[in-house]
C-alpha cells in the first residue's frame, strides 16, 4: 500500500505551477499524488510528469471532477460531454504514467433527488451504457477506473459498497473497479470493514478521510477494524488522505467546508501520513 495525497487539500485548480507543491509533498513522506484535472485544459501532463520524476513521486491517481455539465445520467448532451472528459482524462493519464482514474465517474456531485422507480431505471441504464464505452476506452490505453459511492448529500446514484458492486457487474469490465472512501462510508455503511471485505479484490483504490474531513485517526472512525480488513482483502492499491479545507475557497464551498477541521491544514496531511503509516 502506498500512501498519497489529493491535491485538493492545499490548491484548486491544479495547474502546471501547482507543480511546484511536490517538494513539499514528498518532504512530508508520501509516495504518491492524487490529482484532481478539474479540465484538461489546465495542465500539460508531460510537464507535470518531468516535475513528478524530479521530486520522487508518482500520481497513483487521477480524480475525476464531474461538474453539472458532465453526467453520465443527464441529458444527451451532458452525457456526451462527461465521455469526452473521461476520455481527455485518461489520454492524459497515459502521459503521466497513472493508472488510476478514480471518483464518482457516473453523475455529476452535488445531483441529489427523489426519483421514480421508471427513472431510476433510465438513470442506471445510461449510466451503464456510458461506462461501457469508457471502460473500453480504458481497456486500450492500459489503466483501471475505480469507482467511487458517495453519500447521500452528495448524490442519490451510488451510496454504498454493494450498489457500486452491481454497476460493476452490469458493466462487466475488467478494467472497472470499486473505489471506497472512510468519510462516505462512516455516512452510508453499517460497518466500513464489512463493507472491505465484501468488496475484496475489486477493491482498487481508497480514501482514507476522518469522519469530519479532518486527518485520519483524529477521529471516531474503527482504523484498526479497517486496517485489518484491507490486509484481509489483500489490498494492495494506494491509500490516499482526501481532506478539504477553508484555505481552497472553491473546495470547501464545493464539499460544504464551513469551519476548519484542524489548526492548519498542513497536519492534516503530516499527522494523518504518520498515523496511517503506524496504523497500516
Known amino acids: 500500500m502506498r500512501l498519497g495525497l489529493n491535491t485538493f487539500l492545499l490548491v484548486s485548480p491544479f495547474v502546471n505551477d501547482s507543480t511546484s507543491l511536490f517538494k513539499q509533498i514528498k518532504r512530508w513522506g508520501f509516495e504518491t499524488v492524487e490529482i484532481p484535472i478539474e479540465d484538461p485544459s489546465h495542465i500539460d501532463p508531460a510537464h507535470v510528469k518531468a516535475e513528478l520524476d524530479k ?83 480504458a481497456e486500450k490505453k492500459g ?60 477493491l482498487a483504490h481508497f480514501h482514507a478521510c476522518g469522519c469530519d474531513r479532518g486527518t485520519p485517526g483524529n477521529d471516531h472512525i474503527d482504523w484498526e477494524g479497517i486496517a485489518k480488513a484491507l490486509h484481509a482483502v489483500g489490498y494492495k492499491g494506494d491509500v490516499v488522505i482526501e481532506s478539504f479545507t477553508t484555505d481552497v475557497k472553491v473546495i470547501a464551498k464545493a464539499a460544504s467546508i464551513w469551519r476548519a477541521m484542524e489548526k492548519t491544514r498542513n497536519e492534516i496531511a503530516t499527522k494523518g501520513l504518520k498515523f496511517l503509516q503506524k496504523t497500516l
Open 55 to 137: 521530486a520522487g513521486l508518482a500520481c497513483g491517481s487521477v480524480c475525476a471532477c464531474m461538474g453539472p455539465d458532465r453526467d453520465l445520467r443527464g441529458t444527451k448532451e451532458q452525457q456526451q460531454t462527461g465521455v469526452a472528459y473521461l476520455k481527455a482524462l485518461i489520454d492524459q493519464m497515459v502521459v503521466l504514467g497513472c493508472p488510476s482514474l478514480i471518483g464518482p465517474v457516473y453523475s455529476a456531485v452535488g445531483r441529489a433527488d427523489a426519483y421514480t422507480e421508471k427513472e431510476k431505471a433510465a438513470h442506471w441504464k445510461a449510466v451503464v451504457r456510458n461506462l461501457k464505452q469508457v471502460c473500453r476506452y
Open 143 to 202: 489503466v483501471q477506473i475505480c469507482l467511487e459511492p458517495l453519500n447521500r448529500f452528495e448524490t442519490d446514484f451510488i451510496n454504498t459498497c454493494d450498489q457500486g458492486l452491481q454497476m460493476l457487474k452490469e458493466v462487466d469490465s475488467k478494467v472497472l473497479k470499486l473505489h471506497l472512501d472512510t468519510f462516505h462510508m462512516n455516512i452510508e455503511e453499517k460497518d466500513q470493514a464489512k463493507a472491505i471485505r465484501k468488496a475484496g479484490r475489486r
